[in-house]
């Protein structure tokens, strides 16, 4: 008698496994469903849970070079002898940079004007303003923009010992962690001052060194209209643009960036941000 009750519980539940298993296939067939697997079993009874809005990175601050999460990067970081100062030309592309923040005082206009126009930039931030500001690296995270690691304290690193070096890279990389979600891909050297050791302890901790193609010079406060002209003057495509949005005065970069990113856009280019396969 007990032999036949456990074969009978053993029956149940090998067809409460094979319905469960039909109908996740099932649903993961169903039009509209792409290749995302549907819980094994259906939700509890009662109203439906309220769908969560998209946020603006979720359907519309998409590289233009794909669609979908960025795709694993394969093998190791390989130790550069320079940085890179374009991305692969796709067309009449664009990558907006601004380095040093995030600063509460001009970051946020800087975010509101992608926003306003619906694209994305790279801010290369210093670890000791992150940690100051998290807010503005979660907004970042928010809205699409990749952040890359321009060390803790903007020093020399030409200056520096290697552990100092490593140091300065993998706080940040830590902040970043933490209020972003995502450690750095991209690393870019205070004062575009590289050495051997900034381009291998980058590679030791999974960055690329990222450069520019067109400089603003913005941090010397030359006038909004003469950053805006570098800036449409020096357009072209796969071109980097370096600005800033902390470290000074940076009211004339906000300025400028609401001028020229709209005649960019307006011209034909497209503003993107670059993705590790490509290169």
Not at 18 to 47: C, E, K
Not at 48 to 59: I, M, T, W
Not at 70 to 89: M, N, S
Not at 193 to 208: H, T
Request: a positive charge; charged letters at 25%; one cysteine or more.
């Amino acid at each position: 008698m007990q032999k036949d009750q456990l074969l009978t519980r053993r029956r149940a539940l090998f067809a409460g496994a094979v319905t469960l298993g039909a109908a996740g296939m099932a649903a993961a067939l169903a039009p509209g469903t792409g290749n995302r697997g549907a819980p094994a079993s259906p939700p509890a009874a009662g109203a439906p849970a309220a769908r969560r809005p998209l946020r603006p990175s979720e359907y519309r601050l998409r590289p233009l070079t794909g669609y979908g999460p960025p795709r694993t990067v394969p093998g190791r970081t390989p130790v550069r002898e320079e940085p890179l100062l374009k991305v692969p030309d796709n067309g009449r592309t664009v990558v907006l940079t601004f380095d040093d923040g995030p600063d509460p005082r001009y970051t946020p206009d800087i975010l509101d004007t992608l926003a306003r126009h619906e694209v994305r930039a790279m801010f290369f931030v210093c670890g000791e303003m992150a940690h100051y500001n998290p807010d503005l690296l979660a907004r970042m995270a928010d809205e699409g923009h990749v952040v890359g690691n321009h060390t803790w304290s903007h020093p020399l690193l030409t200056s520096l010992r290697r552990r100092t070096i490593r140091s300065e890279m993998e706080r940040t990389s830590d902040v970043v962690e933490r209020h972003h979600g995502t450690r750095p891909e991209w690393f870019r050297a205070p004062y575009g001052a590289w050495n051997r050791a900034a381009f291998e302890l980058g590679a030791e901790l999974g960055m690329e060194p990222l450069a520019w193609t067109v400089d603003t010079l913005d941090w010397t406060e030359p006038g909004t209209r003469t950053i805006v002209g570098r800036v449409e003057d020096g357009a072209a495509p796969g071109v980097v643009v370096l600005s800033h949005d902390a470290g000074g005065d940076r009211s004339q970069s906000v300025k400028a960036l609401r001028s020229y990113l709209p005649h960019l856009l307006d011209s034909g280019y497209h503003v993107t941000v670059p993705r590790r396969e490509y290169v």
